[in-house]
């Protein structure tokens, strides 16, 4: 609960009904998947609830976002920004936080079809994106979180890989001018968007240096630096016809395919095949997706239910399964692409499973268009997290694959996570196979204490592992106290990521679990 | 949902948001990408049904008490049930029947429902329908032209709204059996409300008085088929009824019983409607309209932390609502051209009455009809039918406030156009778009 | 500690080797100036490093003894902008040439690691040896520095690869103004770069470490932020097959929609517009020949090449020869055949090719450019204000970057140097259409030498003040490269 006079002040801000300071609604918002092994890792009570936030606010426009955060600099409470909202890094870390959740800014502020990009505010869903880009041929990035995540969240905060990233890359990477409410309360428009007189939204450089680069890294700041409210990002041709239709009824929508879309499914010998046929398919430019995954998982994408993920015994014993999707505008760019994969398969021995022992549901394509596969990952035990997330070479995802399999055995063995063998891994290429990362999706229950222990365990070991065998950089290597661990073998940048949260955040407001504090650790 | 599902259940929510949007495969628009009344109009987490989910959970850990707040919270919620097939697009989550369950709670603590709500309840009591109206009044609706046939095996189960508010339904459902020849009865003054707003509300207990002295009217009177004109008295006996009791008649929705009539050609759609329409799915014809199937199977530890059933257990999905019939009907209506809405079947928008929404939140349901409304303007029709008398109500509130040119009919009134009964009000209402 | 004279040398030669340092007259009379109208001071000496210890040391030692570094990665003679000549008083010239190594060449993972003082001339045979292709802006000078250009953002003329404004430049290795050593991206670690190698790394991820992305700010900071001693950068495979079309015209709005669709739907590599100057500057390099061709070519030219690789390399170039058809005749386009033979040879060569001198100074022996960037809309009111004010010798190249986001717009005003008339025209005429350029919302990403403070003032002082926090905690001494940008006003 906030003090009278503040909530007033809030209140003035964005209107009586746009903040909630009550019971109900606070520990609504301190609820969230996956807090329940993160409260574990910090030795607390291994509940899914996380601190409970003062108050939720609602801002509307990027001066509400300005004022409230000026406020709470006045009052010394700190905020945290949240777009569509998934994930323990949108808790706040103490009790001295209030929610900002931005579903109230919710506009396509502009789709820029000659200068192939789209400006949104933070509650516009990939899917809703995808659908209004779409009537101009184009396509967005969205994370494998899926559609109805927010795009902004993905690429100014968050992580950032895809099932389409052979063709749209990284969120990261894919950032133009951006509006940030810094957490001081200033306005900072990045690159064209800071001009004072004809401002525009084509370039999030300069001038001279890219603030792009403390805005956010491999991964986002996940609001500990400050809001976004508005930004720019790239738009990619979409991979064929628009013509879009599921009909019939959920689940199961019969998906009318569009002229040119392929799949398949190829299961390499080994580790050095794989890494072979990834680096051989993705330097052909062709493919809309390439993923590596393990069988446990390709079942799990073909699937829309636990049964029927049972009933795919076909495909559930394969080696090192790889899923390409090619699409194609015309039919003799559809005629290239299918050549230039019959040409890989005869030079690497593969034959394309789908079409002989196995074919997919029209859904599947459907879901592939628009981003839906990583859905599939809850499918089995309802709760899921991904340890991992490196990204470099083919050669370092599969090494990390291939070194983590025991141990993620030891932890199947104990009963605390669900038996995918060891080997549930996904990897994507992106851009056209520049670079790869991987993951890897472990299954556990949210409601068995053991596995919420067990899944916490088993990731700080394999973090332990990463650092210790130099097997690249997780995901998850945020707030304070992994920070000044991973820091002294990364350059000490932990010392330079803490100085520009002191610079940029004076007063410490911007909620820093999920990001650094200026406080602790300076060396 | 059982006490013990219901506990493990609210453990699982993944705070996806899934259930804020319709299934995304099916988004067209921006515009038309979302599915929660409650969440488009209150914002707050709280009020989607994941949000739910988190209350029921918090609240049974007793982080939160029964408060106006949570009161509030929790029945600003129209149970639409689209959050329902969303989240099990994908996961197996119930967060409708969670919400219903936590209303029974909160009215089990005296703490549900709201007081219009517990208003209407009273009214149900006494005079066996949520408007007050006097129970005589019931039949006044009958026009002397309707022959009823004391011995038909066919019930014509006509419903508060129709009886007392939308009575042009009742007339309209009454004239078209005469025409086809079906013969027909209705329970006169042994017809009470089915509970639907009782249920949906929480008071389970109400409820489950009610559906007994229904069912053991009709039974008592030999029907084989119970024919509704209004979706949500349809649902409930059709969907709630048999969770507490089960039953033999047949239960129909009257777009089921038309549709069959087109196709035996007792009814000949003789006249030309030459008019543009779209249909709106009423939640209680469509997704919520698919009965739970009995399955006995067996919860099966496969692996550590992953059990399947088997048989596989039936997922109510949404998909088994009746959206063919209503369209066929309008298919088949010479010069008639039907233009769907962006959501339309399991994944429509709801009209914003439902679930005692309309008499406790008025604001809530008007909103969500006007935006219904919006959406049916740009399909391009100039009609907007549906087949439920709630749903009639609200959105031609809706209309009437958004000045909306389009007319709402019934889709029975539409058919007694092609039937060539009412050739004043088709001439009039298309004069009126026009 | 206070400088002198004394134990500033000395202990730069202590780090360096007093083979490595200068302090002749004509070098340092060297250093002081580039082609650009800025006056700069006279450096202290000149320094040339031969490892990333000994810049470490000596910025270590900048800080201690209050001087500037400015890096500088080439020779001076071709050096254009004023960023790398010293403005302030107790400078040295921190030069990298001679740290000029190929440090790996990785065929499969398609990235090359060099260090600053590795040349165009000397890469782009070494790669082509290996089938790989480097990213190149046109037709760079052949003693250019290529890490220096990718650190430069320098536009390269293959827009499809251009995935991000920051390629083809990946991971670097950097000594802050601090004197701290830091390597971005996955080169960060855990492990060394060998150790890192050896798990199969290639430092291709430029991102991070984690939650910030610290090459983003090197790059483009002109020096004044960090020293980079080696980089990652981005190749391509080379084609077995191009083919190279040339479209003329005399309207730029067919040119730029048919390379808007040939961009959006990602049907070829090189792809960009010239005039007429600017494209026979390229052809040729004898000024008659030059102005001859002038005369001969259409005013605007689009050059785009379609490729393929590979067994299937023919067939991927009648896919692309038959989608490109189909644009084109939907777009119902007709382009002019050029009067004069250009052979395909001729424009391979200024796409593959360096430069022995900047082409730009062929016609009239120097030139002073102005580049920005923009929207597709915006092109054409852009050219228009430049057209009426330099009547003649102004080459133009348009260049869609970053997948067709944006536009590097490059005007180059030609003059004869030796014509003191004409070159104070030129340089009074430069400061003022920037200005009005800036008015109509050109976008100079890159401000150097004198215009960066005019290119500041339009800019909001959010950014400003940003860009100073961000100088604060990388060089808070101020030791490199003061005074541009931003940083001293
Ligand atoms: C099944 C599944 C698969 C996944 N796969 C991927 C994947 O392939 N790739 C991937 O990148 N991620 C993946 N994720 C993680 C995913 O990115 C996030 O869970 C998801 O993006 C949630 O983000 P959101 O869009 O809802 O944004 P939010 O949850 O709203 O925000 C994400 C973070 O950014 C902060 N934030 C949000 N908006 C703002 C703002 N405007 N200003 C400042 N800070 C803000 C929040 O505080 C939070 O820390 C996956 C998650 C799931 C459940
Ligand atoms: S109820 Fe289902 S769809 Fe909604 S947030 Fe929870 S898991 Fe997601
Ligand atoms: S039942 Fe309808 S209104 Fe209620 S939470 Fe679910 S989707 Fe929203």
Known sequence: MLKEEILKEFQKIVGDENIDDGEVTTNTYAYNWCVEFVNYLANKDPIPFSSIPKAIILPSTTEEVQKIVQLCNKYDIQFKAQSTGLGPWNQPSTDNCVILDLRRMNKIVKIDVKNLYV?????????????????????????????????????????????????????????????????????????????????????????????????????????????????????????????????????????????????????????????????????????FICSHMSSFAVMAIFSYSLESLMDKIAIGSMKKPLVIVIAARTKREFDYKQKVMNLIMDELNLTNIIGSKYEPKSLFYAECLRANLGYHGFIATGGFQSAKGQCDTAALCLNTERKNIPLKQKYIEKGVIANDFGEGAWMTSYESGHYFHMEVPTLFDQTNAESVKGIAEYMEESNQMDLVKH????????????????????????IWLRKIKETFDPNGISDPGFYISSKKGDV | MEEEEYQKMIKRCVRCSVCKWIPQVQIKSQKYASGCPAIDIYNFHPYSGGGKIIIALAYEMGRIKPTEELRDIVYKCTACGNCAVACKYMNTLEPLEIIMKLREKLVNTGCGPMPQQQAYIEAVKKVNNPYNEPHEKRTDWIPDDVTLDPNAKILYFVGCTSSYRRKEMAIATARIMNEAGVSFNILQNDEFCCGSPILRIGDTTTFEEILNKNLDIIESRGIETVVF?????????????????????????????????????????????????????????????????????????????????????????????????????????????????????????????????????????????????????????????????????????????????????????????????EPEKLKQATAEVL | MIMNNDNFLQNLTKICGSRNISREPKDLEEYSKDLSFLKGKSPLCIVWPSKSQEVIKIVKLANDLKFHVIPVSLNSRFKQHGNSIPRKDKSIILNLSRMNKILSINRKNRVVMVEPGVTFEKLIPILKK??????????????????????????ITIPRYHWDSSDPLLCIEVVFGTGDLF??????????????????QAQVNPMGPTQFSPFRIIQGAQGSLGVVTWATLKLELFPSIQKVYHLQSDNIQDLLDLQYELLKYRLCDELFILNDVNLACLLKEDQQEISQLVGNLERWNLIFIISGRGPLANDKISYLEGDIDDISAELGLNFSKSKVEITDKEIFHFLNEPCENPWRMRLK???????????????????????????????????????????HIEFDLLYDPKDINEMKSIKEKNMGVRAQLMDFGAFFSKPYGLWAKDVFSHHSLEIIDALKKVKKIFDPNNVLNPGVLCFDD
């Open chain 3, 183 to 200: 390597r971005t991206g996955t080169a960060a670690g855990p492990g060394t770069i060998k150790q890192q190698q050896k798990m199969g």
């Open chain 3, 130 to 155: 290996e089938g790989l292709k480097l990213l190149l802006p046109v037709m760079p000078t052949a003693s250019q520095s290529v890490l220096a250009t990718a650190l430069e953002r320098e536009p």
């Open chain 1, 119 to 287: 400006v949104v505010e933070p509650y516009v869903s990939g899917a809703q994106i995808q659908v209004e880009v779409m009537k101009f041929g184009l396509n967005i990035h969205m994370p494998g979180a899926g559609p109805m995540a927010s795009a902004l969240a993905s690429h100014t905060s968050m992580c950032g890989p895809g099932f389409t990233s052979p063709q749209t890359g990284h969120s990261a990477r894919n950032v133009l001018g951006t509006e940030w409410v810094l957490p001081t309360g200033k306005i900072l428009r990045l690159g064209s968007l800071g001009l004072k007189k004809e401002s525009d939204w084509y370039s999030g450089d300069g001038p001279g240096p890219s603030l792009r680069g403390i805005m956010r890294g491999w991964v986002g700041t996940k609001s500990g630096l400050g809001v976004f409210t508005r930004v720019a990002m790239k738009l990619f041709p979409y991979p064929c016809n628009t013509k879009y239709i599921a009909k019939g009824h959920s689940p199961l929508y019969d998906f009318h395919l569009p002229d040119f879309i392929r799949a398949y499914l190829l299961d390499c010998r080994n580790f050095k095949h794989l890494e072979k046929s990834l680096l051989r398919i993705e330097e052909e430019e062709i493919a």
């Open chain 3, 365 to 407: 022996g120097a030139y002073q450019d102005m580049f920005f960037l923009t929207s597709f809309e915006k092109l054409p009111k852009f050219i228009s204000l430049m057209e009426t004010k330099f009547e003649k010798d102004l080459g133009i190249y348009i260049q869609p970057i970053n997948q067709g986001t944006s536009y």
């Open chain 1, 471 to 494: 097997l690249g950089t997780p995901f998850f290597i945020e707030g304070d106290e992994l920070h000044d661990e991973w820091g002294p073998h990364l350059m000490n940048y932990h």
């Open chain 2, 229 to 421: 004109s209004c979706a949500g008295c349809y649902d409930t006996f059709k969907v709630d009824y048999p969770l507490s009791r089960k039953f033999d008649f047949e239960v129909k929705h009257t777009v089921e019983l038309f549709d069959e009539l087109i196709e035996s050609e007792q009814l000949k759609l003789t006249d030309n409607v030459p008019i543009i329409v779209t249909y709106h799915d009423p939640c209680h014809l469509g997704r919520n309209a698919e009965r739970y199937e009995d399955w006995d199977g067996d919860v099966v530890p496969l692996m550590p932390l992953v059990s399947i059933n088997i048989p596989p257990k039936p997922k109510r999905t949404g998909s088994k609502g009746i959206y063919d019939a209503p369209r066929k009907i309008l298919k088949k209506i010479p010069g008639l051209k039907l233009l769907e809405m962006e959501r339309i079947q399991e994944y429509a928008y709801c009209c914003g009455a439902g679930a005692g929404v309309k008499s406790a939140f008025p604001e809530m349901a008007l909103k969500t009809a006007n935006m219904r409304i919006e959406e049916a303007e740009d399909s391009g029709a100039d009609f907007l039918v549906s087949a439920c008398p709630f749903c009639s109500t609200n959105l031609q509130d809706g209309i009437n406030d958004k000045k909306s040119k389009l007319k709402y009919f019934d889709i029975s009134e539409i058919l007694l156009m092609a039937l060539g009964l």
